[in-house]
Every structure is written in C-alpha cells, then in structure tokens.
T-cell receptor, first 115, second 115 residues
Framework: GEDVEQSLFLSVREGDSSVINCTYT??????LYWYKQEPGAGLQLLTY?????DMKQDQRLTVLLNKKDKHLSLRIADTQTGDSAIYFC???????????????FGKGTKLSVKP | NAGVTQTPKFRVLKTGQSMTLLCAQD?????MYWYRQDPGMGLRLIHY???????AKGEVPDGYNVSRLKKQNFLLGLESAAPSQTSVYFC??????????????FGPGTRLTVL
C-alpha cells in the first residue's frame, strides 16, 4: 500500500541546522508537502514542492526532492526554539484521482530544539 | 474569519454511547476531511467530502459516519463508541481552486476518550 516514512524524533541545538527526511511511494504525486503541528494545535502547511523541481528555498527553509529515490527533505537553517514542533511529510497519491485533494501523511518527526 | 472550527474540544464517552463532532469552515471550501491522529500513527483519513451532499470513505472509515448537508459543515458521527476510537480528531478543508497544490486548513482538533 501507499506509505510515507519519516524518522520519529530529531533533536538539535539552537542555531544549528535541522534536516528532516522523508521517503514516499507514489512516483506520480504531483506535489509533496511539509506540514507543521505545534503543541495542541492542528497542522499548518509549511511549504510544498512541485514534482518537476528538485529544490525550493523559502527564507530559512530548503526543500530537496530526489524523485529517483522518492526522497524528500526539509532543512531548517538557524533552528530556533520556536521551531520545536512535529513536522509531517505528505504526498497526494494518484489513486485518489488527483481531484479530491486527498493527502497521505507520514507519522511525523518531532523536532526538539535545545537552547 | 474563523477558518476551521471544531466542537467540542474535549469529550469523554462510555463504550456504546454515540456522539457527533461538528466541523465548520467559513472559507467557502469545497473539500472537507476528517482525520484521526494517534501516537506513532500519524494522521489517517476517516472520510472526506468533495462537495455538499457527497461523502466518501477514507483509509479508516469503519465505526464512523459522516454527513455534509451544508457546504460549510461536515459532521462526524460515532454510533456506538469503542475504546479503539479514543483519539484526537482533526477536520480540514481545502479549496477546489487550490486543489493542484492542495493546502489543507486544519481545525484545532477534538480530543475524544472512550472508556
């Protein structure tokens, strides 16, 4: 079946870079996403990348996509304590027809930032 | 503009009781979704709706029913609650116009405990 895999935990020191990795299964996913969940809250879209791109940069965030290996990563530069959250990788699999907007989420990576 | 709201925020049920979770969105979104989030399991799609009067099953629909009588509301029902349905439930919505990159907007969640 379709699956999105992520490591469950990452701990970094404030000011360091964080790299969160993800592997996905549906090579026909048009977009891949990173969502952020802060404690006690719902998910918010952090960034996304179109499948014909291999990199996207947005301020402190860099998304890298390796379509051949179906590997997605999120790099957060100069990580701050406010970045502590759970980060979810997601894909939009083709078996949903691409018209319903459904997403398959990974289990989430809990990022802990130590001062 | 409240975005996506969910009621109630917390609920404790006894096994066999029924209840309805309400999701409301004021963004005129066509698509709405119900997910459950369990520790170590990420988000799993229960049911979704692509428009008023239409619903469809997601990954884990058993034990739940939904209705979308009005475009802005998506109701999730538990007819006979079981302890396995103890979870945090999230509602989300997305716009047809943005379906290509599918930003889903999430509510704050409902924490349900079934004893």
């Amino acid at each position: 079946g379709e699956d999105v895999e992520q490591s469950l935990f990452l701990s970094v020191r404030e000011g360091d870079s964080s790299v969160i990795n993800c592997t996905y299964t549906d090579s026909s996913s048009t977009y891949l996403y990173w969502y952020k969940q802060e404690p006690g809250a719902g998910l918010q879209l952090l960034t996304y990348i179109f499948s014909n791109m291999d990199m996207k940069q947005d301020q402190r965030l860099t998304v890298l996509l390796n379509k051949k290996d179906k590997h997605l990563s999120l790099r957060i530069a100069d990580t701050q304590t406010g970045d502590s959250a759970i980060y979810f990788c997601a894909e939009s699999p083709s078996y949903y027809g691409g018209s319903q907007g459904n997403l398959i989420f990974g289990k989430g990576t809990k990022l802990s930032v130590k001062p | 503009n409240a975005g996506v709201t969910q009621t109630p925020k917390f609920r404790v049920l006894k096994t066999g009781q029924s209840m309805t979770l309400l999701c409301a969105q004021d963004m005129n979104h066509e698509y709405m979704y119900w997910y459950r989030q369990d520790p170590g399991m990420g988000l799993r799609l229960i049911h979704y709706s692509v428009g008023e009067g239409t619903t469809a099953k997601g990954e884990v629909p058993d034990g739940y029913n939904v209705s979308r009588l009005k475009k802005q509301n998506f109701l999730l029902g538990l007819e006979s609650a079981a302890p396995s349905q103890t979870s945090v439930y999230f509602c989300a919505s997305s716009s047809l116009r943005a379906v290509a990159y599918n930003e889903q907007f999430f509510g704050p969640g409902t924490r349900l405990t079934v004893l």
